[in-house]
């Protein structure tokens, strides 16, 4: 019996410690999250400012410990601040679905995504965003290439901090 209470405390402090996924949503119909890399000099969200501006760059990856690019989700907000409200301004988003970033690529041009912020807080050095995300990808084959009629659609919530990156 003390055996059997051991292993279920230790499954739960074991699962307690798995990371959870900044993005989670389906493209194309199929079930996706997505792990932020890093919380010190290698993060894989962070941001700059760039006059009144927070240029927000998030590259989220299917397995927490492998920053591989293969169904990875590289999406830049355009965020306006003015005192402390921070506004959307524009959102894009490209999918990888190879190995390689040169392509193919699922991408949504400006104005293709629907980003809702139910939360924008910034707390010196971060930046915490949560809200939905929705829109329309495009297939492109090749770097800045023509896209073609194979649409896919992405639909989901995400919840994530993000480090300035100061030059």
């Keep these: 019996m003390h055996a059997v209470l051991a ?3 230790s499954a739960t402090a074991l699962a307690d410690d ?3 996924p900044a993005i989670s949503a389906t493209f194309d119909g199929e ?26 760059d ?12 293969r169904d990875s989700l590289a999406l830049r907000l355009s965020l306006s601040e003015t005192g402390e409200t921070l506004t959307l301004e524009q959102a894009e988003a490209v999918y990888f679905i190879s190995s390689d970033t040169t392509g193919p690529v699922y991408r949504a041009a ?52 993000a480090r300035r990156v100061e030059f």
């Design 110 to 161: 400006p104005g293709a995504l629907e980003v809702t912020l139910a939360r924008a807080e910034r707390d010196g050095a971060w930046l915490t965003l949560a809200g939905r995300i929705d829109g329309e990808f495009e297939l492109e084959r090749t770097p800045a290439g023509q896209s073609e009629s194979e649409p896919a659609a992405l639909s989901g919530r995400f919840e994530l901090r």
């Design 58 to 69: 998030i590259t989220g990856f299917t397995d927490a410990d492998d920053p591989s690019p």
């Design 18 to 20: 798995d990371p959870m």
């Design 31 to 56: 079930p996706m999250v997505w792990y932020l890399l890093g919380e010190n000099d290698d993060v894989s969200a962070s941001f700059v400012e760039q006059r009144q501006a927070l240029m927000v």
């Design 7 to 9: 292993a279920l405390l």
